[in-house]
């Protein structure tokens, strides 16, 4: 038994050296490091050097000569206790739990103050709690082998009052010790237990939540999340005094695609348009499946003139190989419509006007990028024509 300040059970030259880390690793992470070790040792008064060498008295003189009939005397009262056998029943066989009870009577008191022992005592509470045993059955059993242990210490050592009480002493203090590791370890499980149904519940509310905003197909935001996006897009926009520009984007004829080759392959050409649109936007740009074939962009931060080179950009991303679908391939394009907002725009009326400068882009003949201002294209990209103002 290590004298108090010392690493608890180990000198540095111990053959157990080698595995210290490992144990002092589990213990840390329920709290016990050298000094709570010492700490908790004090605080059931182990740490007095009377009690020093009490683990091997308790060992040769009541444990060893005594084990079978402290356990059939232990067992033979929790039997009466129908929580017991019910645990029992569920977990192991009545001869197994005996053989590791007997284990535990074996080790009591033996070398208490190392991390080995605590170590021991704590997945004893862990264990315990995973089979479901009520803590207050827990506990009481503590009580129960004090008595029995007591009870067992031989006639003839009763003539040395003060050695029996020190014994008896020893006794209390170490299955005190014990009680306690055990019970914390017992309430740490429970709690990591708990923490991890949170967790479990916190996954699946975000999971659900997902898949609330989500297109199943496509991957994209669904048309739901994207009003409401766009709705705190517009008040960020107002409040920062900073463009906002939406696109409205629709394959073109894509019924057709649907007609001739079957919905699954129009299914993998809207997921390889989408992803195509994502490629071709820039981080950032919220693209968001708005309805069949229909997708919408919210971009922050950004003019018609900047909108106008995302949109090309795009387009021309859409229409630069064909998709392969099954056996068939095919070359698809798409047309755009671009707005900015204005200071009087609501969603609706924003995705209206873009949706405008869509049908503009469809009856100037499909594949072609169309805004709800006049501009003209140049050398440089996209102008704002001679005769509009743009703030």
């Not at 060498?53 to 009939?69: C, F, H, K, T, Y």
Request: hydrophobic share 40%; with cysteine.
């Amino acid at each position: 038994m290590p004298e108090a300040g010392k690493t608890a059970g180990y000198s540095d030259d111990s053959p157990e050296q080698g595995c210290l880390g490992v144990i002092f690793e589990y213990c840390e992470s329920r709290g016990f490091d050298e000094t709570a070790i010492a700490e908790r040792l004090s605080l059931v008064g182990l740490l007095e050097p009377k009690y020093r060498d009490q683990g091997e008295v308790l060992q040769s003189r009541v444990i060893r000569p005594n084990a079978d009939a402290i356990i059939d005397s232990f067992y033979s009262s929790l039997l009466d206790i129908d929580d017991f056998n019910d645990i029992v029943a569920r977990h192991t066989d009545p001869e197994r739990l005996r053989t590791t009870q007997k284990k535990y009577l074996l080790s009591l008191g033996v070398d208490f103050g190392s991390p080995d022992y605590f170590l021991g005592r704590l997945r004893v509470g862990s264990v315990h709690q995973k089979m479901g045993i009520p803590q207050s059955l827990y506990q009481c059993t503590f009580q129960r082998l004090q008595a029995l242990l007591i009870r067992h210490i031989p006639y003839q050592d009763w003539r040395d009052r003060s050695a029996a009480d020190a014994l008896i002493q020893f006794i209390l203090r170490i299955t005190a010790l014990d009680m306690s590791l055990a019970v914390e370890s017992y309430c740490a499980s429970r709690m990591d237990g708990l923490e991890s149904s949170l967790e479990n519940v916190r996954g699946e509310k975000d999971r659900l939540h997902r898949l609330a905003v989500t297109d199943w197909l496509t991957d994209l935001h669904n048309h739901s999340f994207s009003r409401h996006f766009l709705a705190d897009a517009l008040s960020l926009s107002r409040s920062e005094k900073t463009p906002l520009c939406v696109i409205m984007a629709d394959l073109d004829n894509f019924k057709k695609i649907n007609d001739q080759y079957g919905h699954l392959v129009g299914d993998k050409v809207l997921r390889i348009v989408a992803a195509r649109m994502v490629s071709g936007a820039r981080t950032g740009d919220e693209i968001c499946r708005y309805g069949g074939e229909e997708f919408l962009f919210v971009m922050q931060h950004t003019n018609i003139k900047e909108g106008m080179d995302v949109a090309e950009r795009v387009r021309l991303r859409i229409n630069s190989d064909a998709i392969h679908a099954e056996e068939a391939e095919l070359r698809v394009s798409l047309s755009l419509g671009i707005a900015q907002a204005r200071d009087d725009d609501d969603v609706d009326s924003l995705i209206s006007r873009a949706d405008k400068a869509l049908y503009s882009a469809k009856l100037a003949g499909r594949d072609c990028v169309r805004g709800d201002v006049v501009i003209q294209q140049g050398e440089s990209g996209y102008q704002l024509a001679d005769n509009m103002m743009f703030d």
